[in-house]
C-alpha cells in the first residue's frame, strides 16, 4: 500500500478495511498523522506484541530527534507518570503506584461502581422514551467513579474532562490546538489538589499516593502531579469508549444481544471480545527506536517514531480466526487492547469491573432499547489514541 492513508471521518468510523489491507500489503511502513507527525505503524498481531515488549522502543521523551508522545504533547511535570518512562524509572514508579492502587482497591468499589450505575439508569428513565448513552451514561459512570477512587470533587468532573478532551484528540488535526493551555490549567489544578491532600489527608487513593513510601523512596511532586493526570485520564477514557462501543455493538448485533439477556454470566466473555473488536485505545503511545528494530521483515530506523495499532493487531486473521466476528466462546483471546509487557494497564481490572457492570445493568434495565439513528450514521471520535462512537442516541 503506497499511497497515503486518508485521515477522514469515513476512516475514523470505519478503519477496518483499511487495517486489513495494512495488514496485508504494508503490515510496518512510515504514514503521516494529521497533526503532521511522521510515524511508522505497525498493524499485525505478532509484530504488534513483539514491539510492546521490545525495550529498544523507547517511551521517554527525549529519546529521538522527533521524539514526541501521542497521548503526552507536552513535557514535564506530565511526563514523569508509567507510559512515558523505560526502566529503571518505569519499575520504580510502577511499584510506587503498585503499593496503594492493588486488585483489593479495585474490588472494593464493586458495590459503589453498582450504586452509581443504578443512579445513572433511574435517571435515563426519567428522560422518558430516549437518551443519549455516551453523554447521559458512559462518560459519568467511569469519571464518577475515578473521582472518588482519588479524591477528586465530583463538581470538577466538567473541567478536567473538558482539558483531557483536547490533549487525546491532538493527534486528529494539525497543529494541537489548545494543548499547552490545556495541560497548563491541568498542572495548575492537579498541584492545587495535591496541596489540598497534603494539608488534609483522607481515605483516598491520592493521598495514599502522596503518603506511599517504599524502603524511604517516594513519589516527587512532578511525579504526583504526572501520576494524578494518567490516572483520571486512562481512567476514564478507556472505560468511556468501551462502554460506548460495546453498546454499539449490541445494539447493531441482536444475536450477541439476545445471548447476553439470556445468560448474563457471559458478560465477562463478552467484555473481552468487545476490547478485541473495538479496541478503545487504537494506538497505543508513541516509543521512539534508539535503535534499528527490524519487524516482519521491514527496518525502522534509529530515531523514527513508531506507533503499535491495537485496533489492526487485535482482527489480525493470523491469531483470531474469523476476527470480525463476535465469538463469545473464544478461546485463548489474548487481545492487546490494554498492552503488553512492562506497559500493561495498570487500571484494566477498574476497566473491566466499571464494563461489566455497565452491561449488566443497562441490557437489564432497557430490554427493548433501539438506535434512534441507522447504524452508519453514529460518527466515531476523530483521532488516532482513543476509539469510541462520539455519541449514541437510543430509544429506550
Known amino acids: 500500500m503506497t499511497t497515503p492513508l486518508q485521515f477522514t471521518q469515513a476512516f475514523w468510523n470505519n478503519p477496518h478495511p483499511v487495517y486489513a489491507q495494512l495488514r496485508e500489503e504494508s503490515p510496518v511502513r512510515p504514514v503521516t498523522l494529521p497533526n503532521g507527525m511522521e ?3 505497525v498493524t499485525r498481531y ?13 517511551k521517554r521523551q527525549g529519546a529521538g530527534d522527533n521524539a514526541r508522545s501521542l497521548a503526552q504533547p507536552v513535557r514535564s511535570p506530565l511526563t514523569r507518570h508509567l507510559l512515558a518512562n523505560d526502566p529503571p524509572d518505569h519499575t520504580r514508579l510502577r511499584r510506587l503506584v503498585s503499593r496503594e492502587f492493588t486488585a483489593r482497591r479495585v474490588e472494593a468499589l464493586r458495590p459503589r461502581v453498582g450504586e452509581l450505575s443504578a443512579a445513572l439508569i433511574a435517571s435515563l428513565r426519567e428522560r422518558g422514551a430516549s437518551a443519549e448513552l455516551v453523554e447521559d451514561y458512559a462518560v459519568h459512570l467511569p469519571i464518577q ?12 468532573q466538567a473541567d478536567f474532562r473538558r482539558w483531557t478532551s483536547v490533549m487525546v484528540s491532538a493527534s486528529a488535526s494539525a497543529g494541537g490546538a489548545g494543548v499547552p493551555e490545556a495541560a497548563a490549567a491541568f498542572v ?8 489540598r491532600k497534603r494539608a488534609a489527608p483522607a481515605g483516598d487513593l491520592l493521598s495514599a499516593l502522596i503518603a506511599t ?15 494524578a493526570f494518567l490516572l483520571l485520564l486512562a481512567g476514564h477514557e478507556t472505560t468511556v469508549n468501551l462502554i460506548g462501543s460495546g453498546m454499539y455493538t449490541l445494539l447493531t448485533r441482536p444475536d450477541v444481544r439476545r445471548s447476553l439477556e439470556a445468560d448474563p454470566a457471559l ?3 463478552a467484555v473481552e471480545e468487545f476490547l478485541r473488536l473495538e479496541s478503545p485505545v487504537e494506538t497505543a503511545t508513541s516509543r521512539t527506536a534508539t535503535e534499528p528494530v527490524t519487524y516482519g521483515g521491514v527496518t525502522i530506523p534509529a530515531g523514527a517514531m513508531v506507533a503499535i495499532s491495537l485496533l489492526a493487531a487485535d482482527r489480525d486473521p493470523e491469531r483470531f480466526p474469523e476476527p470480525d466476528a463476535f465469538d463469545l466462546g473464544r478461546p485463548d483471546n489474548q487481545h492487546l487492547a490494554f498492552g503488553y509487557g512492562i506497559h500493561y494497564c495498570l487500571g484494566a481490572p477498574l ?5 461489566q457492570i455497565a452491561f449488566t445493568d443497562l441490557l437489564a434495565a432497557f430490554p427493548g432499547m433501539a438506535l434512534a439513528v441507522p447504524a452508519d450514521r453514529v460518527d466515531w471520535r476523530p483521532g488516532t489514541l482513543i476509539r469510541g462512537p462520539v455519541a449514541l442516541p437510543v430509544t429506550l
Open 351 to 355: 476497566a473491566r469491573l466499571e464494563a
Open 213 to 227: 513510601r517504599d524502603e524511604g523512596d517516594r513519589l516527587d511532586e512532578d511525579e504526583l502531579t504526572s501520576m
Open 145 to 156: 467513579v475515578i473521582c472518588e477512587l482519588l479524591g477528586v470533587p465530583i463538581e470538577d
Open 267 to 269: 458478560v465477562p466473555a
Open 39 to 41: 510515524i511508522w505503524l
Open 46 to 58: 505478532a509484530d504488534c506484541r513483539a514491539a510492546l515488549a521490545d525495550p529498544r522502543l523507547s
Open 188 to 195: 495548575g489544578y492537579l498541584l492545587g489538589l495535591i496541596g
